[in-house]
């Protein structure tokens, strides 16, 4: 089994104990980065692009939630983003994603229901790779949601697992149903580590909603 696969292992082995998930991120920040690329990783690019069409105005205020050690700000930040927030439980990732010096301000928050931070003032709200078994569950779309103001875009990367089998499929149809969003775009499925074949079969989409 390959280093990755252990860091993957250990990830889904914390069974979303945000203490435990902490202690391994905090371990893995040193050699995330460069983990990460080597799988392949689509998700963060595509992410990316969906901001580029869907906020032109590069002064915008950003959340991106569950920033890990940063790559989407570092990203949107040598796009000309300026104006980026980043939000991560673990401390590690926080340090890493600083370094870069991509963000305005770093909060060591998680993805949840209530999110203690400015409600409906942010132009949009960005979590890629967060939304998967044993991090944020469905009720992050809420905090999400209450972050953005009315027609903000939520861009957000979805593990085909955890819309199956955590709830995240019949909170995204409920909030769409309740008219709290309205889908702008979505990515078809693709591999999540194209990269690495001892993982692949995991999927991934990357979806924009508009809060209403």
């Not at 959340?63 to 673990?90: H, K, W």
């Not at 003032?121 to 009315?150: C, E, F, I, K, N």
């Not at 957000?156 to 499929?169: H, I, N, Q, V």
Request: overall charge negative; aromatic content about 10%.
């Amino acid at each position: 089994m390959t280093e990755f696969k252990d860091r993957l292992t250990d990830v889904y082995g914390a069974g979303g104990d945000q203490a435990k998930l902490n202690a391994v991120y905090d371990d893995w920040a040193k050699t995330y980065d460069a983990d990460l690329w080597a799988s392949g990783n689509p998700y963060i690019a595509i992410a990316c692009t969906l901001v580029g069409h869907f906020v032109p105005d590069t002064d915008t205020r950003i959340l991106d939630g569950g920033c890990g050690t940063g790559t989407v700000g570092q990203i949107l930040g040598l796009a000309g983003y300026c104006n980026i927030e980043g939000l991560d439980p673990s401390e590690g990732m926080l340090d890493a994603a600083h370094a870069k010096g991509a963000y305005r301000a770093l909060h060591q928050l998680r993805l949840e229901a209530e999110i203690p931070l400015d409600q409906g003032a942010y132009d949009a709200v960005v979590a890629s790779g967060v939304l998967t078994q044993g991090h944020a569950g469905p009720d992050a779309l809420d905090g999400m949601l209450a972050l953005a103001r009315p027609g903000a875009p939520l861009i957000f990367s979805m593990s085909k697992l955890a819309f199956e089998e955590d709830g995240f499929g019949a909170r995204i149809a409920e909030l769409e149903r309740t008219g709290a969003w309205e889908k702008l775009a979505e990515s078809p499925p693709f591999q999540t580590y194209p990269f690495r074949p001892e993982v692949g079969h995991c999927r991934h989409w990357v979806s924009a909603y508009a809060k209403r």
